[in-house]
Structure formats: C-alpha cells, structure tokens
C-alpha cells in the first residue's frame, strides 16, 4: 500500500476531506495534492497529519532485541 493509499484511507476513515486536511495544515489544495503526487512528505508531517485526523503515526526500525529507532 502507498503513502497515498494510506493517507486517504485514513482520512476515510475520519470522515475528512482531502481539502479540510490541506486547509488543516495551512496549504491550499493544490499544494496539498502536489505533495499527495509525489508522496515527498517529512516524517514531522506526516506526524502532524495523524494529529489532526487523531491518531499516531508509527514509523521506525525495529530490531529482534526491541530497539526501536
């Protein structure tokens, strides 16, 4: 599953539009559905992302001993 894929599903999920989350994050929709294109998000947005649809994003490596980087 994409990024992409990802994001909108979760925003289904929340009942939020694609535009109400660009607006959320201060972008216009056209910016928002440029970086929807590219998938080119930071880690600290999309961290932002799950705050605003209420829920974490989890992204790390984890190893067999449990260290999480």
């Keep these: 599953m994409t ?3 990802q994001i909108k ?4 999920y ?3 539009s694609l535009t109400e989350l660009a607006a959320a994050l201060n972008m216009t929709p056209q ?3 440029q970086r929807m294109r ?3 998000f930071t880690k600290q947005e999309l961290i932002d992302i ?3 649809i209420g829920c974490q994003y989890v992204c790390y490596f ?3 001993d449990g260290t999480k980087i």
Aim: charged residues 15%; glycine residues 10%.
């Design 3 to 5: 990024l992409q894929q």
């Design 9 to 12: 599903m979760a925003l289904t």
């Design 14 to 16: 929340k009942g939020m």
């Design 31 to 33: 910016a928002f559905n």
């Design 38 to 40: 590219t998938a080119k």
């Design 50 to 52: 799950a705050g605003i």
């Design 62 to 64: 984890e190893f067999p």
